[in-house]
């Protein structure tokens, strides 16, 4: 296993178009997290998976942002009518159950950068 | 969520230590404290994290103050590999580390 996987690492497209982000976690992670990171900010938390539930929600996740673990193994994140405001790195993180956690900590993805034109 | 306070930017020279302050007055009894870096165009990765006592690993040392209102992230010899953003984060209990909240961090720069 050589770590998170994202796919695609950039993407650009037009205000309006429906956009969609995969994230592949370490496979015997259970928990997955989804981030946001604008330049020169710290990444935004998102929303976080236990297995296939989606346990939490940011607040800054509106309507048009919806996210999927649908065998508690990839993750997908979707954005629908993107906005310029969308533009961003979106990082995947995966960590092993709470017991585990601190010996290991998150382990992020390398992102997807997309940039709404 | 308990929140941390870090200088904007520093800078070291290579080869030599550096010292990155952390601020955290309102950390609970049960907040672990925790650090991550970020390398240009990467995800953050795992530094290292305690509770009240220093700790050390490969990649650095963390020294918590007796009234855990403060930690520093030491790095013993600094190299232009270490130029990133450093985090500095408070996570709730052990068995409830449900998500990292991210400040903007300190980014520091390694001169040669």
């Known amino acids: 296993d050589t770590g998170v996987s994202q796919d695609p690492r950039h993407k650009i497209t037009k205000r309006g178009q429906n956009v969609t982000f995969r994230c592949d976690p370490i496979s015997e992670h259970n928990r997955l997290y989804w981030y946001r990171q604008t330049l020169g900010q710290g990444p935004e938390f998102l929303t976080y998976f236990q297995n296939e539930a989606q346990l939490e929600k940011s607040r800054l996740l509106s309507d048009r942002f919806s996210a999927e673990r649908p065998k508690g193994s990839f993750s997908t994140l979707e954005i629908q009518r993107t906005e310029q405001g969308d533009s961003a790195m979106y990082l995947c993180?995966?960590?092993?159950?709470?017991?585990?956690?601190?010996?290991?900590?998150?382990?992020f993805g390398s992102g997807t950068r997309l940039t709404v034109v | 969520d308990a929140k941390t306070t870090q200088p904007n930017s520093m800078e070291s020279n290579e080869e030599e230590p550096v010292h990155l302050p952390c601020n955290h007055s309102t950390i609970s009894g049960t907040d672990y404290i925790h650090w991550y870096r970020q390398l240009p165009s990467q995800g953050p990765e795992y530094v290292i994290h305690?509770?009240?006592s220093n700790v050390n690993n490969r990649m650095a040392s963390l020294a918590i103050a007796e009234d855990r209102k403060s930690s520093t992230l030491i790095l013993h010899r600094a190299t232009l590999r270490d130029a990133a953003v450093y985090y500095c984060?408070?996570?709730?209990?052990?068995?409830?580390?449900?998500?990292?909240?991210f400040g903007p961090g300190t980014s520091l720069s390694v001169i040669p």
């Open positions: 993180a995966s960590s092993p159950r709470p017991s585990s956690i601190l010996n290991y900590g998150y382990t």
């Open positions: 984060i408070l996570s709730l209990s052990k068995t409830s580390y449900d998500k990292v909240i």
């Open positions: 305690g509770l009240t």
